[in-house]
Each structure stands twice: as structure tokens, then as C-alpha cells.
């Protein structure tokens, strides 16, 4: 909790010291007050709803390939036994940790540093590539793992640039890992 705790904290200072201390909105949010309660309910529920379809994938890709049931078990055994409480914390600090940091700061940051187009495709492909790098596992086994959050890496920017907050990709992030930590935990999947 704490690395996660540190990692919003500090995307939270970084946003500050560049000038964009709401690192929860893409750009200077145009909208009234009253109009960000929609805005988050509106961002969290297509957030949710995404995240139960790339459950919905994972679960797919595991009754189709060896490696997705691989990867299953490899967390499996990493993990242990987790209390629901104990992946629930997992989960929602992940989200809002990583997602501060890697979407609200460093995309941010890095489209900054281009004018147009190029800014926003180094701010998403960067961003991206830094979060994948995050994620490589014990072992060239994991390299799916690591292929997989680049391309969620790619897909929580896009979402973030697109719906304009941070509500929908945090809902994502931890829609994924609450009911994937849920399953690995759970089971273990036949070879």
C-alpha cells in the first residue's frame, strides 16, 4: 500500500511542480462544478464496463491458449493465498497508484514536451512502453505478462485522452485486477 500510496503522491507533486496540479483531468476541465459528478459517474461506469470486457478476454484467451493458463498459474503460485480485503487494497491501490502516475503524470509530461499530434503520440506510446517495462516478471515466462500492459498501457491512454479524466481508466485498472487477483487466487487452471 505504501509503494502504491508513494507512487500518487508523487504523481500528484509532479503534476504540481509542472503546472497541472489536477492530475484527474486531461486538460483544464471546461466543465461547471455540478457537472463533474456526471462526469466521474458517466467516466467510472464505462470504466467498469470495459474492465468487465477485458475479464471477459482474459478468461477467453485461458481456455484458448497455454500461455494465458501459464501465466494463471505462475500468479497463482507468486500470490498465495489472499484474503478478500488484502485483494481488494491490492486492487484499488494499483489502480489509483499507477494510473495517477503513468496516465495523470507521465503522459501528461511527456505530451508536453511535443507540440500536437507528435506530443500526444509520445505522451501515450511512452507512457506506455515505461508501464510495460514496470510489469516484466521473474523470468522470460512472463513476457506476456509485459506484452499484455503495453497494450493496456496503450488502451488506458487512449481512454484517458479520450473521455478527458482519470475516473475511467482507474475503473478499468481495478475492474481488471479485483476479478483477475479474484480468479488466480481462487484456482488453479489445468494445463
Not at 486538460?27 to 459528478?37: K, V
Not at 497455454?66 to 498465495?80: I, K, Q, S, V
Not at 506484452?147 to 475492474?175: E, K, N, R
Not at 483477475?180 to 488453479?188: H, S, W
Request: some cysteine.
Amino acid at each position: 500500500m505504501t509503494f502504491y500510496a508513494t507512487l500518487a503522491a508523487a504523481a500528484v507533486l509532479w503534476g504540481a511542480l509542472r503546472g497541472h496540479p489536477n492530475i484527474l483531468f486531461f486538460e483544464a476541465s471546461p466543465l461547471r462544478p455540478g457537472q463533474h459528478a456526471v462526469q466521474f459517474i458517466s467516466s467510472g461506469a464505462i470504466g467498469a464496463s470495459m474492465g468487465l470486457l477485458l475479464v471477459l478476454l482474459t478468461r477467453m484467451l485461458q481456455e484458448r491458449y497455454a500461455w494465458a493458463r501459464m501465466l494463471h498459474n505462475e500468479f497463482h503460485d507468486l500470490l498465495g493465498p489472499l484474503s478478500e480485503r488484502e485483494i481488494l487494497l491490492l486492487a484499488a491501490a494499483s489502480a489509483i497508484g499507477e494510473e495517477c502516475l503513468f496516465r495523470g503524470a507521465l503522459l501528461l509530461h511527456l505530451k508536453d514536451l511535443l507540440p500536437g499530434a507528435p506530443g500526444y503520440l509520445l505522451g501515450l506510446f511512452g507512457s506506455s512502453a515505461i508501464f510495460a517495462l514496470l510489469h516484466i516478471g521473474p523470468g522470460v515466462r512472463f513476457l506476456p505478462w509485459t506484452l499484455s500492459a503495453l497494450l493496456m498501457g496503450l488502451l488506458l491512454g487512449i481512454v484517458f485522452v479520450s473521455m478527458g479524466d482519470l475516473l475511467s481508466p482507474i475503473a478499468i485498472h481495478f475492474t481488471v485486477n479485483l476479478l483477475n487477483l479474484k480468479d488466480i487466487v481462487r484456482r488453479q487452471i489445468p494445463a
